[in-house]
């Protein structure tokens, strides 16, 4: 598949048509860019032109690219200058949803409107009656439906990152999702907001997760009942339409206590169900990961320190955050720098990640898939495969992996704001 990918200012009607249109920055005119769908094993290729008025580049989030083509400036490539062209090439290993989005001042760019889909296809996809994708996008607007600026400030790094005042379905506020009774959506979530999380919860009805970050799980309810969604994070449901013709149910976010709203309502039309029950839920097929060896693994510890009311040295150099004491490795401003860990291609780790901040960080790993093992020492259920584990405040997870994709690897929290303050490092796979 080929596609060309103009990442320039637009303008996108985001909020009811009452108000204005907003000021963007958007990939094709388009907020979400464009939905980039191909099948397992297909090849990619996008040739990026950039009408921005400054440097940019696209990182394809979650997919297990060449190091190459992972769109990390100074790191894999040059940045793309105003005016200036790169073209992404490769090869897309796992089916399951991803997106892309810029890896140059992403705080900004994403917070005015640069991300999309990128949805790949299992050579066999399972049944369902309609495949959708919903991208989450959370905007911090003025009462004129402009983008508000103040993007990196202080008080939005060194606290929850910049959670906005409007939230958008596919680029805009929405009443209802319609559906028809009977029927099954596979509904591909993506969290391409730059710090909120969703925990959504889909009322009057029992939505099962099948992926998680692109990569199939065992099929379950979501524990406590909502689908937890930080940063960059991506779940695939089976959403059975179970209620009754003509009837609306909400979904609610209730992430964030005391602020939880409505984000849409389901609403049934008057046709008569499409089928009585719903089937078994999908199971999805495996990715080819390379499974870890835990006997034989190497263990690695990171510490995730900083934030408002922890420990504040470093904050000095405008730097909020550290890991292992160190702030801002790989940062789009250092040429030099020094990976966090070295690591030995084809060998197992173990990493036990420590969350010592009274903070949630969305901790993301380029060019890999981990296992989530544990979280406070307790099994997890499915061992997840992510690429971003949400760590809640002071929470401790340990993941494993097999380091095969040789390279420089972003590691960084996707806290958009948390990253520009240091919370990032790369690793090396030799
Ligand atoms: Cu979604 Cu380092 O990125
Ligand atoms: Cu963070």
């Known amino acids: ?159 929850n990152g910049r959670v906005g005042n409007t939230v958008t379905i596919n680029g805009r506020v929405r009443e209802e999702f319609a559906v028809r009774a009977g029927e099954r959506v596979r509904l591909r979530l993506i969290n391409a907001a730059a710090a909120r999380v969703f925990a959504l919860e889909f009322r009057g009805h029992r939505p099962w997760v099948i992926a998680l970050d692109g990569q199939p799980v065992e099929p379950h309810e979501p524990e406590g009942g909502a689908v937890v969604l930080g940063p960059a994070m991506r779940a695939d449901l089976i959403l059975d339409m179970t209620a009754a013709p003509g009837t609306r149910h909400a979904v609610h976010d209730r992430f964030y206590r005391q602020l939880e709203y409505k984000l849409v309502d389901v609403a049934y ?40 009311m922890g420990n504040m040295r470093g904050m000095r150099r405008g730097m909020a955050w550290a890991l292992n004491g160190a702030s801002g490795g790989c940062g789009e401003s250092a040429s030099a720098f020094d990976p966090l860990f070295v690591l030995r291609r084809g060998q197992s780790y173990v990493v036990k990640l420590v969350n010592d901040t009274t903070w949630h960080h969305p901790i993301h790993l380029h060019g890999l898939a981990f296992r989530v093992l544990n979280r406070n020492g307790r099994a997890t259920r499915h061992r997840e495969w992510l690429d971003t584990v949400l760590l809640d405040p002071r929470e401790t997870a340990e993941i494993a992996f097999v380091a095969d994709n040789p390279g420089d690897w972003m590691f960084h929290c996707h806290v958009l704001e948390h990253q520009a303050g240091g919370m990032m490092a790369c690793i090396r796979i030799t």
């Open 269 to 308: 039309s008057q046709e008569p169900p499409l089928r009585a029950r719903p089937e078994e839920p999908v199971r999805l097929a495996a990715n080819p990961l390379a499974e870890p060896a835990l006997a034989k693994a190497e263990r690695h510890e990171v510490v995730f320190t900083g934030g408002m």
């Open 1 to 159: 598949m080929e596609v060309r990918l103009e990442p320039a200012p637009a303008r996108a009607q985001l909020v009811p048509s009452a108000y204005p249109a907003s000021a963007v920055w958007a990939y094709n005119g388009q907020v979400p860019g464009p939905t980039l769908r191909l099948r397992q094993g297909d090849r990619l290729r996008v040739m990026v032109r950039n009408a921005l008025s400054e440097g940019t580049t696209v990182h394809w989030h979650g997919v297990r690219v060449p190091n190459a083509m992972d769109g990390v400036p100074l790191i894999t490539q040059p940045s793309i200058e105003p005016g200036g062209g790169f073209t992404y090439e490769f090869t897309v290993p796992d089916a399951g949803t991803f997106f892309y989005h810029p890896h140059q001042r992403s705080y900004e760019q994403m917070g005015r409107g640069l991300a999309g889909a990128l949805i790949i296809e299992e050579r066999e996809p399972p049944k369902v009656d309609r495949d959708l994708v919903w991208v989450l996008g959370d905007w911090r607007l003025d009462r004129d439906a402009s983008i508000r600026g103040g993007f990196g400030n202080f008080m939005d790094v060194s606290h």
